[in-house]
């Protein structure tokens, strides 16, 4: 039941983006933010925070390519940005991290309490 609902809501995350259409957008451009949402996603939880810069080491696009896919994402509300201290001295860099409304949150939360970490 747990990995049906963690398909749900994957689905539900993944639906904004394949019914949001950009002008000129193509399907190539879809498939590159569906791609970006999903390394945000695996990647949560983890010590090292999302950052434009490390999806751009770990996917090997420029940062223009990652940069206007990661705006694509934050204009129809699926992923946010957060301030935080660049800890290489140069400012400030941007935490990526999933943003739920309240329906995928309740998902979310289902699947939490029904068993996290049973497969």
């Known amino acids: 039941m747990q990995d049906d609902r963690s398909r749900q809501l ?4 993944v639906e904004r983006i394949l019914e949001r259409i950009f002008p000129d957008e193509t ?25 434009a810069t490390r999806l751009v080491r770990m996917t090997g696009q420029t940062e223009g390519q990652v940069g206007k896919q990661l705006r694509k994402l934050v204009d129809v509300d699926l992923v946010e940005r957060a301030k935080i201290l660049n800890k ?12 739920h409304n309240a ?16 497969r």
């Open 10 to 13: 994957i689905r539900m995350l």
């Open 27 to 51: 399907g190539a451009a879809r498939l590159q933010q569906v791609g970006l949402f999903t390394l945000v996603y695996m990647l949560q939880g983890d010590k090292e925070p999302i950052t």
């Open 88 to 99: 290489q001295g140069r400012g400030y860099a941007f935490q990526l991290s999933i943003k």
């Open 103 to 118: 329906k995928t949150k309740r998902l979310a939360a289902a699947i939490a309490k029904g068993g996290a970490g049973k």
